[in-house]
C-alpha cells in the first residue's frame, strides 16, 4: 500500500515537499516514481529512483526544480519541488516498479495521490 | 524521447462489445508497453505489463499485443466496470512517456 500525502495551495515559485508512505513489501528493493496527472489531462511520469537510492532521473519539464529522494528506514518516498509554476498543478501519484532499478518495469500499484495547486 | 500515440482518444461502445485501442510508439520499444485504465476521481490501474501479460487479478476479457512500435489493448464482453480511461505507457528508456489516452464511454 503506498499513502501520499503533502500536496496543498502554494503560490508560484513557491515550495513543497511530498512523501510517500510505503508498507506490505520491503521498500529498499524496489524503485520507486512519481506521476502526475493535470486536471482533466493525462498521465506524466515525473521522476524514479533505484531502490538504494543511488540511481534516479527526471522528466526534462521538472529537471533542475524537483528532487526525489528516499529514506528506507522509514519506507517512504519523497519529492522536494521547488521553483513552483502553474504548470505544476497537479495531482501527484507515488506508484512502486517491480525491480530494484527502474529499467523496463511497470507502475504497480499506485498510491492515492495528492494534489498540488500553484496559484496566486 | 519517444512518442507514444494512442488512438482513439474517445470510443463509444455497449456492454458485451469488443473494443481494441491502438498504442503506436515513435521508435521501437521492444515489449516494453503497458497499460492501464483510470476511474474518474482514483488513480490508474495496471491492466498489461510488457504488451502482453496480463496483471494477476485483472480479468481475462483485458489482452494485449504488439511488439516493436505498434500495440493493442483488447477488451472482449465489455462489462459496465469496464467504461473507463486507458492508458499506455513505456518504459524501454528514460524519459518514461504515455499516450494521451482513450476514454471509453458507453
Known amino acids: 500500500q503506498l499513502l501520499a500525502s503533502g500536496g496543498s495551495l502554494v503560490q508560484p515559485g513557491g515550495s513543497l515537499r511530498l512523501s510517500c508512505t510505503a508498507s506490505?513489501?520491503?521498500?529498499?528493493?524496489?524503485?520507486m516514481s512519481w506521476v502526475r496527472q493535470a486536471p482533466g489531462k493525462g498521465l506524466e511520469w515525473v521522476s524514479s529512483?533505484?531502490?538504494?537510492?543511488?540511481?534516479?532521473d527526471y522528466a526534462d519539464s521538472v529537471r533542475g526544480r524537483f528532487a526525489i529522494s528516499r529514506d528506507n528506514s522509514k519506507s517512504t518516498l519523497y519529492l522536494q519541488m521547488n521553483s513552483l509554476r502553474a504548470e505544476d498543478t497537479a495531482t501527484y501519484y507515488c506508484?512502486?516498479?517491480?525491480?530494484?532499478?527502474?529499467?523496463?518495469?511497470?507502475?504497480?500499484?499506485w498510491g492515492q495521490g495528492t494534489l498540488v495547486t500553484v496559484s496566486s | 524521447d519517444i512518442q507514444l500515440t494512442q488512438s482513439p482518444s474517445s470510443l463509444s461502445a455497449s456492454v458485451g462489445d469488443r473494443v481494441t485501442i491502438t498504442c503506436r510508439a515513435s521508435?521501437?520499444?521492444?515489449?516494453?508497453l503497458n497499460w492501464y485504465q483510470q476511474k474518474p476521481g482514483k488513480a490508474p490501474n495496471l491492466l498489461i505489463y510488457?504488451?502482453?501479460n496480463l496483471k494477476s487479478g485483472a480479468p481475462s476479457r483485458f489482452s494485449g499485443s504488439g511488439y516493436g512500435t505498434d500495440f493493442t489493448l483488447t477488451i472482449t464482453n465489455l462489462q459496465p466496470e469496464d467504461f473507463a480511461a486507458y492508458y499506455c505507457?513505456?518504459?524501454?528508456?528514460?524519459?518514461?512517456?504515455f499516450g494521451q489516452g482513450t476514454k471509453l464511454e458507453i
Open positions: 506490505g513489501f520491503t521498500f529498499s528493493s524496489y524503485a
Open positions: 521508435q521501437s520499444i521492444s515489449s516494453y
Open positions: 506508484a512502486k516498479d517491480p525491480n530494484k532499478y527502474p529499467n523496463y518495469g511497470w507502475f504497480d500499484p
Open positions: 510488457g504488451a502482453s
Open positions: 529512483m533505484s531502490g538504494g537510492g543511488g540511481s534516479e
Open positions: 505507457q513505456h518504459s524501454f528508456s528514460f524519459p518514461y512517456s
